[in-house]
């Protein structure tokens, strides 16, 4: 029943955001029409309003976007001629779902084995080296990390392509640039869940027995280690997912991220409210999902 009423408590939500994202990109200066190269003259200007459903009360706008939505229509973009939102998001969510999917599959593979081996081997070299490199890359952000992997692998050791996104090798550094920081949260996490494991009554019960010390961490402190991981793995793919316009903007990589930053820029109204609705969509599903995958990890958990 939980996880029903959170279902259904997704639709109001998601309504109060629509009509937010609505009404803000409504209030912004300026209008989707301003920055054509070539001024449209008033008359053009207002056949243009008048097509668009521009010239109406905000309201009666949003009345007519929800009966297009409830469709499954998000509407004509007003900037990209003769595309339409639905499209957009065709082209561009494989892209970025990928991109978001090869930036966590990385943060997981580099960051459980490195929070394992530092708690394993804590207060050892491999403890200091681990957790100093965990710390540099949760201070690196993505977009100073980018420019850097361009510079040494495309650029300097011509190992990969510059940017865009048409075969496995434009693949690699964008995901690595993206993934890097939430690696080095991960490990942290990891490695602090598995110091506060190894302190449990049961795992000293266990160590009592006679238990190998690697075979006690691996089989008790790291699954209940991965419950604080399993948490953060929700905000952190919805991050990956809405915060890769910046990748997507360095390499060139033609995901959903670009189309917002632009259509923000743009005054695409119903682009704005479209892609704002879908990242809406993807956290909340995203949420659910880790909230489900929780409890079977523990089963004593219990949502009310």
């Given at each position: 029943?939980?996880?029903?009423?959170?279902?259904?408590?997704?639709?109001?939500?998601?309504?109060?955001?629509?009509?937010?994202?609505?009404?803000?990109?409504?209030?912004?200066?300026?209008?989707?029409?301003?920055?054509?190269?070539?001024?449209?003259?008033?008359?053009i200007e207002r056949n243009l309003q008048a097509k668009y459903h521009l010239d109406e009360p905000i309201w009666k706008q949003y009345c007519r976007y929800?009966?297009?939505?409830?469709?499954?229509?998000?509407?004509?973009?007003?900037?990209?001629?003769?595309?339409?939102?639905?499209?957009?998001?065709?082209?561009?969510?494989?892209?970025?779902?990928t991109l978001g999917g090869l930036a966590f599959c990385f943060a997981m593979a580099v960051g459980l084995p490195a929070g394992f081996l530092t708690a394993?081997?804590?207060?050892?070299?491999?403890?200091?080296?681990?957790?100093?490199?965990?710390?540099?890359?949760?201070?690196?952000?993505?977009?100073?990390?980018?420019?850097?992997?361009?510079?040494?692998?495309?650029?300097?050791?011509?190992?990969?392509?510059?940017?865009?996104?048409?075969?496995?090798?434009?693949?690699?550094?964008?995901?690595?640039?993206?993934?890097?920081?939430?690696?080095?949260?991960?490990?942290?996490?990891?490695?602090?869940?598995?110091?506060?494991?190894?302190?449990?009554?049961?795992?000293?019960?266990?160590?009592?027995?006679?238990?190998?010390?690697?075979a006690l961490l691996f089989k008790h402190a790291f699954r209940l280690a991965l419950l604080p991981v399993v948490s953060y793995a929700g905000p952190m793919?919805?991050?990956?997912?809405?915060?890769?316009?910046?990748?997507?903007?360095?390499?060139?990589?033609?995901?959903?991220?670009?189309?917002?930053?632009?259509?923000?820029?743009?005054?695409?109204?119903?682009?704005?409210?479209?892609?704002?609705?879908?990242?809406?969509?993807?956290?909340?599903?995203?949420?659910?999902?880790?909230?489900?995958?929780?409890?079977?990890?523990?089963?004593?958990?219990?949502?009310?």
């Amino acid at each position: 029943m939980y996880f029903v009423r959170r279902i259904l408590f997704a639709v109001p939500l998601l309504l109060v955001i629509s009509a937010l994202a609505f009404v803000l990109v409504h209030l912004a200066p300026g209008g989707p029409f301003d920055g054509e190269r070539k001024p449209a003259s008033p008359e053009i200007e207002r056949n243009l309003q008048a097509k668009y459903h521009l010239d109406e009360p905000i309201w009666k706008q949003y009345c007519r976007y929800l009966r297009d939505l409830a469709h499954g229509d998000f509407g004509v973009s007003l900037k990209y001629r003769n595309h339409n939102v639905n499209d957009i998001i065709r082209q561009g969510l494989p892209v970025s779902v990928t991109l978001g999917g090869l930036a966590f599959c990385f943060a997981m593979a580099v960051g459980l084995p490195a929070g394992f081996l530092t708690a394993a081997w804590r207060g050892r070299w491999v403890d200091y080296v681990g957790s100093f490199l965990a710390v540099l890359a949760v201070c690196l952000p993505s977009f100073v990390v980018a420019p850097v992997l361009l510079l040494v692998f495309s650029l300097k050791l011509h190992w990969f392509p510059i940017g865009l996104w048409s075969s496995p090798w434009h693949m690699i550094l964008p995901p690595v640039a993206l993934g890097l920081y939430f690696s080095g949260k991960v490990t942290r996490i990891l490695r602090e869940g598995m110091l506060n494991a190894a302190q449990s009554e049961f795992v000293t019960a266990a160590r009592a027995k006679g238990m190998g010390e690697t075979a006690l961490l691996f089989k008790h402190a790291f699954r209940l280690a991965l419950l604080p991981v399993v948490s953060y793995a929700g905000p952190m793919l919805a991050d990956l997912l809405t915060g890769s316009f910046i990748i997507e903007s360095i390499f060139q990589i033609p995901g959903i991220g670009v189309f917002l930053v632009n259509s923000s820029l743009n005054r695409d109204y119903t682009l704005v409210v479209g892609l704002s609705l879908l990242y809406a969509i993807l956290i909340i599903g995203l949420n659910l999902v880790v909230d489900f995958a929780y409890k079977l990890l523990d089963p004593r958990v219990k949502y009310e």
